[in-house]
């Protein structure tokens, strides 16, 4: 007999999310609500159906570097997929990026363009990467205060047509690493009133930009993120040729394989320092927080693509006499890559709304404190969910979900790069301990939960507030024994900053589900936090471990 089974599919993308919804009514004014479902709707009927068909239909095809043309010039162009040029369109149009820079929306244009980006990345292929690059690249030109180069790039990269919106790139990563960013090794020298870079970028993503901020040492400059400064540069000329740059080869990479991501050298290429000749490190920040930002959407919107696709499976695969649905130990199992999906969702969109808030200036003192904390919090602990509920997603699929024309190993290995790029785990466990130096972070952080937590009243959400509870205090009382032990304080930091992580998930679960009791929504919310309770919250080990870490590794 055949093995037969019938694939997964998917609705609408927006009908078919409750916390979505839920989240959406709690958050947006109901006249903005009123206005953008439409859209809304629209963008997930896509993401469920065409683009999502689409998506599979062109499961095999990769970006591809042509690298000369038929008389010997070098050209270096980059061909993308079918999917990405449908991307390019659709996102310019429905602005993607420039939706968070929409004035009138006020603290609310942040968590109406990631609402935009959540209800249709999934089938975009990673086309959220380059978005995210160009935003991040808006609000850096934005605060460094460099008029005119804001004046000339701004109105690109926040376009809403295809034929003139620009994206940007993000050039960091050298070859001598990609967390150590203050070792770049690319040079900056002086060419009459010019400057010109010389040096070779390791991995540059989405490299169909059509701009980049990147970081070079000014000649003569010491080491250091210090002696760094952020440049910009265009990277093809008026003709469309590429100024003194090649792209030396794509990556042969795990995942995002629509990703045109590259090498490339610099040599020579004209570029303009965006804020003076040094703090290039400190002055490129603002890009990564809002890459990071992007990256806890992406995770959440990837696992909310594993949970859907499980589900509709689990509905049509009958194994052992009945629909998995039916089956105890299968529901056991989405129940959990559920919570922790729907945690995953509340922090990230907590750290959207606290971005928003900053930009609009609507974010108390407490509020710009609490985001510097929980935008490396947020990226860090949804990167890894992101991984687990995927995994979780392929084994609920058996063989088929290991078997790469289903389409299915993708959401894993697309999932594998979100707590890799813009800060591994521990850089960004190290990034949490880098924020709480400033003074008054700490305190916004508990009063956070502490806020959350006193609104959350209903007896059966008792025993999962006490849990959060317990987790920060016990985070708290660790910094403090361990603030002046800088190897147990470092070997400690993805603890704490996980232990973090996965309170204030509790916390938002159950505020949240407190909001759902009191407007009779009904008990799922109710039921995702009492299951998120159950996993392990709190990380900290007050035992000094490093020894024995030590005697493991040597
Ligand atoms: C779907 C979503 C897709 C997202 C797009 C994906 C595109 C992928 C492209 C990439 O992967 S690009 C590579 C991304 N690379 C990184 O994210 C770098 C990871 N490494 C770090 O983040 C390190 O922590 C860091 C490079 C920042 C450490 O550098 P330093 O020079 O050793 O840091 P230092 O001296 O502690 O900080 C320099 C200054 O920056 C300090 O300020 P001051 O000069 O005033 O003292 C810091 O406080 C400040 N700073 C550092 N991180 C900050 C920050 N300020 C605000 N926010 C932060 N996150």
């Given at each position: 007999?055949?093995?037969?089974?019938?694939?997964?599919?998917l609705g609408n993308q927006y009908d078919s999310d409750p916390l979505l919804h839920e989240y959406l009514e709690r958050t947006l004014p109901a006249e903005l609500l009123e206005r953008f479902e439409p859209e809304y709707r629209e963008l997930g009927a896509l993401n469920g159906g065409e683009l999502y068909r689409l998506s599979l239909a062109d499961l095999e095809n990769e970006p591809v570097h042509r690298v000369w043309d038929a008389w010997g010039n070098r050209v270096d162009e980059v061909e993308v997929t079918k999917v990405w040029k449908r991307a390019q369109v659709l996102c310019a149009e429905h602005g993607l990026v420039s939706a968070g820079y929409d004035a009138e929306l006020g603290l609310y244009a942040r968590v109406h363009q990631h609402i935009l980006n959540y209800v249709v990345q999934a089938s975009?292929?990673?086309?959220?990467?380059?978005?995210?690059?160009?935003?991040?690249?808006?609000?850096?030109?934005?605060?460094?205060?460099?008029?005119?180069?804001?004046?000339?790039?701004?109105?690109?990269?926040?376009?809403?047509?295809?034929?003139?919106?620009?994206?940007?790139?993000?050039?960091?990563?050298?070859?001598?690493?990609?967390?150590?960013?203050?070792?770049?090794?690319?040079?900056?020298?002086?060419?009459?009133?010019?400057?010109?870079?010389?040096?070779?970028?390791?991995?540059?993503?989405?490299?169909?930009?059509?701009?980049?901020?990147?970081?070079?040492?000014?000649?003569?400059?010491?080491?250091?993120?210090?002696?760094?400064?952020?440049?910009?540069?265009?990277?093809?000329?008026?003709?469309?040729?590429?100024?003194?740059?090649?792209?030396?080869?794509?990556?042969?990479?795990?995942?995002?394989?629509?990703?045109?991501?590259?090498?490339?050298?610099?040599?020579?290429?004209?570029?303009?320092?965006?804020?003076?000749?040094?703090?290039?490190?400190?002055?490129?920040?603002?890009?990564?927080?809002?890459?990071?930002?992007?990256?806890?959407?992406?995770?959440?919107?990837?696992?909310?693509?594993?949970?859907?696709?499980?589900?509709?499976?689990?509905?049509?695969?009958?194994?052992?006499?009945?629909?998995?649905?039916?089956?105890?130990?299968?529901?056991?199992?989405?129940?959990?890559?559920?919570?922790?999906?729907?945690?995953?969702?509340?922090?990230?969109?907590?750290?959207?709304?606290?971005?928003?808030?900053?930009?609009?200036?609507?974010?108390?003192?407490?509020?710009?404190?609490?985001?510097?904390?929980?935008?490396?919090?947020?990226?860090?602990?949804?990167?890894?969910?992101?991984?687990?509920?995927?995994?979780?997603?392929?084994?609920?699929?058996?063989?088929?979900?290991?078997?790469?024309?289903?389409?299915?190993?993708?959401?894993?290995?697309?999932?594998?790069?979100?707590?890799?790029?813009?800060?591994?785990?521990?850089?960004?466990?190290?990034?949490?301990?880098?924020?709480?130096?400033?003074?008054?972070?700490?305190?916004?952080?508990?009063?956070?939960?502490?806020?959350?937590?006193?609104?959350?009243?209903?007896?059966?959400?008792?025993?999962?507030?006490?849990?959060?509870?317990?987790?920060?205090?016990?985070?708290?009382?660790?910094?403090?024994?361990?603030?002046?032990?800088?190897?147990?304080?470092?070997?400690?930091?993805?603890?704490?900053?996980?232990?973090?992580?996965?309170?204030?998930?509790?916390?938002?679960?159950?505020?949240?589900?407190?909001?759902?009791?009191?407007?009779?929504?009904?008990?799922?919310?109710?039921?995702?936090?009492?299951?998120?309770?159950?996993?392990?919250?709190?990380?900290?080990?007050?035992?000094?471990?490093?020894?024995?870490?030590?005697?493991?590794?040597?």
């Amino acid at each position: 007999m055949p093995f037969e089974q019938a694939p997964p599919s998917l609705g609408n993308q927006y009908d078919s999310d409750p916390l979505l919804h839920e989240y959406l009514e709690r958050t947006l004014p109901a006249e903005l609500l009123e206005r953008f479902e439409p859209e809304y709707r629209e963008l997930g009927a896509l993401n469920g159906g065409e683009l999502y068909r689409l998506s599979l239909a062109d499961l095999e095809n990769e970006p591809v570097h042509r690298v000369w043309d038929a008389w010997g010039n070098r050209v270096d162009e980059v061909e993308v997929t079918k999917v990405w040029k449908r991307a390019q369109v659709l996102c310019a149009e429905h602005g993607l990026v420039s939706a968070g820079y929409d004035a009138e929306l006020g603290l609310y244009a942040r968590v109406h363009q990631h609402i935009l980006n959540y209800v249709v990345q999934a089938s975009l292929d990673t086309y959220s990467c380059p978005l995210a690059m160009t935003d991040g690249a808006a609000r850096t030109l934005l605060d460094s205060g460099n008029q005119a180069l804001i004046d000339h790039a701004l109105p690109r990269l926040l376009s809403r047509d295809p034929a003139t919106m620009w994206t940007s790139g993000q050039w960091m990563t050298e070859r001598i690493g990609g967390s150590d960013v203050g070792q770049t090794e690319t040079i900056a020298r002086r060419d009459g009133d010019r400057w010109r870079l010389y040096g070779t970028k390791w991995f540059t993503s989405a490299t169909t930009a059509d701009m980049a901020l990147t970081l070079a040492r000014p000649e003569g400059n010491p080491p250091g993120g210090r002696g760094l400064a952020m440049f910009y540069l265009e990277l093809r000329d008026e003709d469309g040729k590429l100024q003194n740059l090649h792209i030396n080869r794509l990556k042969d990479k795990f995942g995002t394989r629509k990703l045109p991501t590259a090498e490339i050298t610099l040599d020579g290429v004209e570029a303009i320092p965006v804020a003076g000749l040094e703090s290039g490190v400190r002055n490129i920040t603002p890009m990564l927080n809002v890459t990071r930002t992007w990256n806890a959407v992406a995770a959440v919107l990837g696992m909310q693509r594993a949970v859907a696709l499980t589900r509709d499976y689990a509905n049509k695969r009958q194994a052992f006499g009945a629909s998995l649905i039916d089956k105890p130990l299968h529901v056991d199992t989405m129940a959990d890559m559920i919570a922790e999906t729907q945690g995953a969702f509340l922090l990230a969109f907590r750290v959207v709304e606290l971005l928003g808030r900053i930009e609009s200036g609507d974010a108390s003192k407490a509020e710009q404190l609490l985001s510097r904390l929980l935008t490396p919090i947020g990226k860090l602990t949804t990167g890894k969910q992101a991984v687990a509920v995927a995994s979780e997603a392929l084994e609920s699929f058996g063989g088929a979900g290991y078997v790469n024309d289903t389409g299915l190993p993708r959401l894993l290995a697309d999932a594998q790069v979100l707590p890799i790029w813009e800060g591994t785990t521990n850089v960004l466990s190290l990034d949490t301990l880098r924020a709480l130096k400033q003074d008054g972070v700490w305190g916004a952080y508990v009063r956070e939960i502490h806020d959350r937590l006193e609104a959350t009243t209903d007896p059966r959400l008792q025993a999962a507030i006490e849990r959060s509870q317990a987790a920060v205090q016990h985070a708290g009382r660790w910094l403090e024994a361990t603030l002046s032990e800088r190897d147990l304080l470092e070997a400690g930091a993805r603890r704490f900053a996980m232990t973090l992580g996965r309170a204030t998930e509790l916390a938002l679960l159950g505020h949240h589900a407190q909001w759902c009791l009191d407007q009779g929504k009904g008990e799922r919310a109710l039921a995702a936090a009492r299951r998120f309770a159950r996993s392990r919250i709190d990380l900290i080990e007050d035992d000094d471990f490093t020894r024995e870490s030590r005697l493991l590794v040597d």
